[in-house]
């Protein structure tokens, strides 16, 4: 199949696509989606075939305002509303009780069902013309960094799919956090742009997810499935050094081999002269690091490194939501100094 680039201002050639069935890629704040007409199963199934995505994986479906909830979802609790009213459009995905009309391939089986209305104009656009949720997963092939440009969606999914609507690079970068609502107190599933702070204001105690802060063991079931599988991945093994920023340096300086990558903040570039390096963003700012963590894990695939060393963000705000997507690429192979 020959894949379309399609300009931001196409909604209707967008629309189109996801009407009759097609898979679409679609640009959110988070990360670009792998879409398709969330109440047809069979443009669902393409969706896992397009990723190679396990069917035990389910889907989350994308509604352009939160008016749209009850067509899909029942026993909405008010906490619901509070958070669109104060999150929405935005990096914020919730569990909430699905209704029949929610395909089982959606949901694999599960009788929750995510929802999420993403801060990107022109998706809404598209999902409100075709006038149906649209199922998006993030647009990468199963198991690799998701893709926070139109180029790098199309490094995974050129030929798979019938078009991608190019919005340009994702203003947040990490996929969005994930509050299962069906459970007291609410469950934070996977860290995000909204972060576990904000929430907390909203809603009081927060439970957080085991799966968010360490590998679950074989056997073990995440709530949200998608967080047992190793993830983000780039082809070499990655080790993450937490600690003060100058002590990190040093510590990758003094270990690192003749062909190894690194990934560190800006100000710390000098230290690994002769390497691959990728920055991203710097010590401070977490928003920028955000931004830049999967571009910096894709990067390494087009590098000849035998392994990647990482300085470590810290892991408040969004900095839970990056640490997590990188200890996740090491496979939770993490040293603490
Ligand atoms: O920012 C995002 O959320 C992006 C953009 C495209 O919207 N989408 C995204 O989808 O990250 P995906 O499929 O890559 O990640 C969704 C996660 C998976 O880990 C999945 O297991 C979990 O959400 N999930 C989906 N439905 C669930 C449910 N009913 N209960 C628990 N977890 C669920
Ligand atoms: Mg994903």
Not at 86 to 108: E, N, Q, S
Not at 242 to 270: H, L, N, Q, W
């Amino acid at each position: 199949m020959e894949t379309k680039h399609l300009i931001a201002a196409d909604v209707k050639a967008g629309a189109a696509i996801i009407a009759k069935g097609g898979l679409l890629g679609i640009p959110t704040e988070t990360v670009y989606g792998l879409g398709a007409n969330g109440l047809d199963p069979n443009a669902v199934k393409a969706i896992f075939e397009a990723k190679g995505r396990p069917q035990d994986n389910p889907l989350i479906l994308h509604i352009p305002d939160e008016s749209w909830l009850e067509r899909y979802c029942e026993d909405i609790p008010a906490t619901a509303y509070e958070l669109a009213d104060r999150f929405w459009p935005g990096p914020l995905t919730m569990i909430l009780p699905r209704k029949p009309i929610v395909p089982d391939v959606v949901t694999a089986g599960l009788d929750t069902v995510g929802m999420r209305c993403p801060d990107c104009a022109v998706t809404r656009a598209v999902i409100g013309l075709a006038d149906v949720p649209v199922a998006a997963p993030s647009g990468n092939a199963s198991g690799r960094p998701s893709p926070t440009t139109a180029e790098a969606m199309l490094e995974d999914m050129d030929g798979k799919i019938d078009a991608i609507l190019d919005g340009g690079p994702c203003a947040v970068g990490v996929e969005s956090t994930i509050i299962d609502l069906t459970v007291t107190p609410p469950r934070l599933l996977r860290p995000g742009g909204v972060t576990l702070e904000e929430l907390e204001e909203v809603l009081g105690e927060v439970a957080v997810d085991e799966a968010v802060r360490r590998l679950m063991a074989p056997g073990e079931q995440p709530k949200a499935p998608g967080m047992k599988y190793r993830h983000y991945a780039p082809k070499a093994p990655v080790t993450v050094v937490k600690g003060e920023p100058d002590m990190t340096a040093g510590y990758i300086v003094a270990r690192m081999g003749e062909k190894s990558g690194v990934i560190c903040f800006d100000e710390f570039k000098g230290y690994f002269k002769g390497h691959p390096v990728e920055t991203i963003g710097p010590a401070a700012d977490q928003a920028e690091q955000a931004r830049h963590i999967f571009e910096a894990l894709r990067a390494f695939d087009h590098l000849d490194v035998s392994d990647i060393w990482a300085q470590s963000p810290s892991d408040e705000g969004i900095g839970l939501a990056v640490t997590n997507r990188l200890n996740k690429a090491a496979g939770f192979h993490i040293v603490e100094l």
